[in-house]
């Protein structure tokens, strides 16, 4: 008769939890990306560095007590104030709803914050397959709010 030793008694639970564990952070980090999850993480960044931008914006008009102004090119995809860029070439489409005399052209357009705490207002929509997500600025109280619309 051979004796047996705790090795030949196959894994510990130690052994089997961290494995377990293992397992879940691939399937974490992997799962969104297989399964679509990337594009709702692309357009969430995207409207929250968008949200930033405009209040930093509104702050620094404040503070330098002069309007600031908020571009954004929807062909070249960039958002940008001073010498701050937000370039979003993952993005599929972007496009602005503001005033018409504040579009310099078909493609380029800005949203102005005024050192009183106004603004100009406007709404940037967000393009990726088929979802869209979209940042309102509140033209009186300079609220900036994001809401999924797909």
Do not use: C
């Amino acid at each position: 008769m051979s004796k047996h030793t705790q090795k030949d008694q196959g894994f510990s639970l130690m052994e089997m939890l961290v494995v377990l564990v293992f397992i879940g952070l691939l399937a974490g980090i992997a799962g969104p990306v297989i399964f679509g999850g990337g594009e709702k993480s692309t357009l969430r960044t995207a409207t929250e560095d968008i949200k930033s931008m405009a209040l930093r914006s509104s702050l620094q008009a404040k503070k330098q007590s002069r309007p600031i102004d908020l571009w954004i090119d929807v062909t070249k995809k960039t958002i940008w104030h001073d010498q701050t860029h937000i370039h979003l070439e993952k993005l599929d489409q972007i496009s602005l709803t503001t005033a018409q005399k504040l579009k310099q052209t078909d493609d380029v357009g800005r949203i102005i914050f005024f050192p009183d705490g106004t603004t100009t207002g406007g709404k940037i929509t967000l393009h990726l397959q088929k979802r869209q997500r979209i940042v309102n600025i509140d033209w009186l109280s300079t609220e900036v709010t994001i809401q999924d619309a797909s």
